[in-house]
Nanobody, 121 residues
């Protein structure tokens, strides 16, 4: 069984910073990619940033110069450092994992439970 544990959400004023963490655990054979998505009220879930097993990073245009995704392979953990936060960044942020679980051979997509980020103006 594979689990994702997220932390780091909360309330912050506009212009502030937050760091999200997501740790993957369980019977994982290999990790293809990990990332963060977000969903604001009344909107579809959207990619914020992801990072591949080789370290390639992908960002949404709206966060590209403000957010940084990083990965600690020894801990199967990713981090999202968010800066210059704005009210439009308010959303539930979900950790996403694409991994091959034991004893399977095909990748599976997993989601965390979500962590709320609220940016006040």
């Amino acid at each position: 069984q594979v689990q994702l544990v997220e932390s780091g959400g909360g309330l912050v004023q506009a212009g502030g910073s937050l760091r999200l963490s997501c740790a993957a655990s369980g019977s994982i054979s290999s990790i293809n990619a990990m990332g963060w998505y977000r969903q604001a009220p009344g909107k579809q879930r959207e990619l914020v940033a992801d990072i591949s097993s080789t370290g390639d990073r992908n960002y949404a245009e709206s966060v590209k110069v403000r957010f940084t995704i990083s990965r600690d392979n020894t801990k199967n953990t990713i981090y999202l450092q968010m800066g210059s936060l704005a009210p439009e960044d308010t959303a539930v942020y979900y950790c996403n994992l694409v991994a091959v679980p034991l004893p399977n051979h095909a990748p599976v997509v997993y989601w965390g439970q979500g962590t709320q980020v609220t940016v006040s103006s």
